[in-house]
Structure formats: structure tokens, C-alpha cells
């Protein structure tokens, strides 16, 4: 038996692997959610090719179910991420340092970021079932917030996560992190020249106003 | 399969009403809790199988380590007892003559009746022993001191 033999057995860290994966799976459904939901707000739907149109018109409401979908499934597993690490041997986190930020021994400051970037898309997520209450205006200002919770897990996957350098989760979080930034850029450049057009109006009304 | 007009008509009309039931979870979130747990097995599997191979990015090279052989410690150790054993043959040393053996007694008696010299002959001499080792430095002179 040579002296690099492998002893390490998966079952051992089983509640680890577990929280990873499953950390894993919330940042995609996450960043899923997100990008569907930027393009749902935005004219992207133009932009959307022509033999995908007639299944879009089929389900006008498909692509605000699968923002609604990815986004509960993506608070579900961000919940899994959090209690199956509570099972871990080797960290042995309490409901405490599971539960409020920057009081973790491990990677204090990126896990905590992490543990408020949840908080953040639970708490904007779920707004939605309560928009009637809140005000459909002021929900959407509010809801638009998401995304600072989407960034914020982001940085704790890539600044706390065992696999972050790691090629197959790197890239991919790195690819999907700019078409979101695209998006948002498209999305605020948009909101700007929609906030531009009234205020145009509104001077040429003044002006109009002043020369009679 | 519809047999009569009537019936046709009312399979036509009661087929889009059945498509839009909803009955608790619908197809989308199934499918969407099926993808989610399905990525879920995947990353799992992926996870498992880098560990199972020693390649987990905290714990791989962890394993690795704790599975080599205990480090050795050097330890320098000066022996300087060294014996070196000679096979040389004895040289047979014979003893010196009469004439100024050592041994010899000589009593020269002047006097005495008849007065004749005896000559009392020691016997031959022993071998002089041979020493492998380096004859001992010789003494240092004494110091003399003068009073």
C-alpha cells in the first residue's frame, strides 16, 4: 500500500456534502429565478425568437411561474443549505451561528454575507404573496431589492464555498454573473429612459406654459 | 371515444376546462421541484466522487497527508570507535651474543686461590614482543630546576 491511498469516506461527511450540494442547487435556482424575472420586466420578450413565441402565447404566464418556481425551490434549498449543516461533525454550528450573521467561527465575514443574502431573498421573495397588502407599486420598488440578495450569495459562494474554485462550479457562476449583470444594466437603462420621458414632457409643458 | 355529435361537442368543450384544472401542485412545480432535486443527486454524486478519489478541495489533500508514512527524523550519531586488527608475522628476534648479553654476569675475582675467570653465560633471550600499536611517546624530559 503506497502512502497516497485515499481513506476518506463520503458517508462521514455525509450532512456536509449535503449542505454544499444543496447550496449549490439554491444559487442556481437562484440566479435562475433572477434572470427570468429581469426578463420578464424588461421588452426582452422581443428579443425572444420567433419559433419560441407561440409557446410563449400558448402560456402567457409561463415565464412568471417558472420566476415564482425557481424562486420558492431556490428558499427551500437555501433553508436545506442551512439545517443539513447543523449535522456536520467537523464545523459543529450552532442554530445561532446558522442563523446570525458574522457569528460563525468559519469564514466569518463571507459566511454572514452569505446568511443576509438569504434573508434578503426570503424576505423579498415571499413579498410577492403579500403584495395586495403592501401595495403592487411599492412591492415592485421593494421586490427589485432581490437582486442585492442574489449578489450577496454570490460573494458567499465564491468567498466561504469548499468548491469555489473549482472549475465546474467557477465558470458557471462566473458566466451566469454577467448575463445577470447584463441584464440589470439593460433593466436600469430602461427604467432611466422611462423616467426621462415624463420629465421631458413635463418641461415642454412648462415651457409651452411660458411662452403664452 | 365520443359516438355521438353531442358528445363530441361536450368532449370539445370539457377538454380545455380539464387542461386548466389545477389540482394542488400542478405540472410546473413539479417539474421544477424534479429539476431542482434531480441537480441536487448530480452535485451530490459530483461531490462524492471527488472525495471518493482524494480530490475534495478542503479534504483531498488532507487525506493524503494524514496517509503517509509517519516523517522521519534525522538523527546524527558520531561513532568513532574504530579497531583495526593487523595479521603480521612474528619476527623471530634472536638474542645478541655472549659478548654483550645483557644477562651475563661477569665476576672477575683479583683475588682468590688459583684465581681463574668464570664466565657464567645467561641464557638466550626471549623474543622481544611485537605491538601492533605505535611504540608510546616518550616521556617528557624532566624539568629540572636550578636552585
Known amino acids: 500500500m503506497n502512502g497516497f491511498d485515499v481513506v476518506v469516506d463520503p458517508a462521514d461527511h455525509a450532512w456536509w456534502l449535503a449542505s454544499r450540494a444543496s447550496g449549490v442547487v439554491a444559487l442556481a435556482l437562484l440566479t435562475a429565478s433572477v434572470i427570468i424575472g429581469l426578463s420578464l420586466g424588461g421588452r426582452f420578450s422581443q428579443h425572444i425568437p420567433k419559433r419560441l413565441r407561440p409557446s410563449l402565447r400558448a402560456e402567457p404566464r409561463l415565464l412568471s411561474r417558472a420566476h415564482e418556481q425557481t424562486a420558492v425551490a431556490a428558499l427551500i434549498a437555501i433553508g436545506l443549505h442551512g439545517v443539513t449543516l447543523l449535522g456536520d461533525g467537523w464545523l459543529h454550528p450552532s442554530l445561532t451561528d446558522i442563523a446570525v450573521p458574522f457569528t460563525i467561527d468559519y469564514r466569518p465575514v463571507f459566511t454572514g454575507l452569505g446568511i443576509v443574502g438569504g434573508y434578503v431573498a426570503l424576505a423579498l421573495g415571499l413579498s410577492y404573496y403579500v403584495r395586495q397588502r403592501i401595495g403592487v407599486a411599492r412591492w415592485k420598488r421593494v421586490h427589485r431589492l432581490v437582486i442585492a440578495g442574489w449578489a450577496l450569495s454570490v460573494l458567499h459562494t465564491l468567498g466561504a464555498g469548499t468548491d469555489a474554485a473549482q472549475g465546474w462550479l467557477f465558470w458557471p457562476v462566473a458566466a451566469s454573473s454577467g448575463v445577470v449583470a447584463l441584464l440589470f444594466i439593460a433593466r436600469m437603462s430602461e427604467v432611466g429612459m422611462r423616467r426621462r420621458k415624463p420629465a421631458a414632457v413635463n418641461a415642454g409643458a412648462t415651457y409651452t406654459g411660458l411662452t403664452r | ?147
Open chain 2, 1 to 147: 371515444m365520443p359516438a355521438t355529435m353531442t358528445e363530441r361537442v361536450r368532449a370539445k368543450t370539457a377538454g380545455p376546462r380539464a387542461a386548466t384544472a389545477r389540482p394542488g401542485l400542478n405540472g410546473g412545480w413539479w417539474k421544477t421541484l424534479k429539476l431542482a432535486s434531480g441537480m441536487f443527486v448530480v452535485v451530490l454524486a459530483l461531490m462524492i466522487w471527488q472525495m471518493s478519489i482524494g480530490r475534495d478541495p478542503l479534504l483531498g489533500a488532507g487525506s493524503q497527508i494524514a496517509r503517509t508514512e509517519p516523517a522521519t527524523v534525522q538523527r546524527k550519531l558520531i561513532v568513532k570507535r574504530k579497531v583495526i586488527i593487523e595479521q603480521q608475522p612474528a619476527i623471530a628476534t634472536q638474542a645478541p651474543s655472549a659478548v654483550a648479553a645483557p644477562g651475563s654476569a661477569y665476576t672477575g675475582a683479583s683475588g682468590g686461590s688459583g684465581g681463574g675467570t668464570v664466565v657464567t653465560q645467561a641464557p638466550a633471550a626471549a623474543p622481544a614482543p611485537v605491538y601492533s600499536s605505535p611504540a608510546p611517546a616518550p616521556a617528557p624530559a624532566p624539568v629540572t630546576r636550578s636552585s
